[in-house]
């Protein structure tokens, strides 16, 4: 939910900060490719960070310890709350950071982050990537909880289990947008059109009534004149 949030607000910072496309390819600079490699960097670093210890060892069984028998994370106490603590947080950051100077910067700007990520490609993505976020914790709890032993690590096994995953939720995202989201939707849409066309015609309404008493007090003037 924070990078949700954190795209919210560097798109609604852009839209009020009224800034124009041409101050933006003005200002977009090495200073500017010098943030964005810097935001690459910290969600690299977030993202395959785990890989130096985290996950080096085997898993644990309920009756072990990782500070006692071989297994577990090979990281300490303190790196692994540091990491729990910051690791969201930097990441949401680093997304608003991206978006800011991607969405402030048009796409014949020679922007190769920009330009990647306005394909065309990832926008029937972006439309259910909002309901596999909350759908995919139960199919893991579905998933994992069905287990009756624990599992060890492989790469193979892994690499399935996530793109099964991934599958499943996007497939289940899919599903709750074409019957809950999309009709909500258009049904929303249509209430603020109706809404807004109420308005146009009251509006108009007001102005014919002036224009019709102004000219009935044009005509009147003209009669005692």
């Known amino acids: 939910a924070q990078a949700y949030l954190a795209g919210m607000f560097a798109a609604m910072s852009l839209q009020t900060s009224g800034r124009r496309d041409d101050d933006q390819n003005a200002r977009y600079g090495w200073k500017h490719r010098c943030v964005m490699a810097v935001a690459l960097l910290v969600m690299g670093i ?83 990537s909002f309901g596999a976020y909350l759908i995919h914790p139960i199919v893991i709890f579905v998933w994992q909880l069905g287990d009756r032993e624990k599992q060890g690590f492989r790469l ?40 807004r066309r109420r308005r146009q015609s009251g509006a108009i309404d007001v102005q014919v009534a002036q224009q019709l008493a102004s000219r009935d007090v044009v005509v009147l003037q003209s009669k005692t004149s």
Do not use: Q
């Not at 069984?61 to 692994?80: A, I, Q």
């Open 156 to 195: 193979l096994t892994f690499g399935m289990d996530y793109l099964s995953v991934c599958v499943i939720s996007y497939v289940a995202a899919l599903l709750a947008a074409v019957t809950v989201e999309f009709p909500c939707a258009t049904l929303w849409k249509n209430f603020v059109a109706s809404r």
């Open 46 to 128: 977030v993202t395959f960070g785990t890989v130096t210890g985290a996950y080096a060892r085997r898993p644990c069984t309920y009756k072990e310890d990782p500070f006692r028998n071989e297994c577990g994370s090979l990281w300490s106490s303190t790196t692994t709350f540091l990491y729990t603590a910051f690791s969201r947080t930097l990441w949401s950051i680093c997304i608003a950071i991206l978006m800011y100077l991607c969405l402030g910067t048009p796409r014949a700007y020679n922007n190769p982050v920009a330009l990647i990520l306005s394909l065309k490609c990832w926008a029937p993505l972006s439309h259910l």
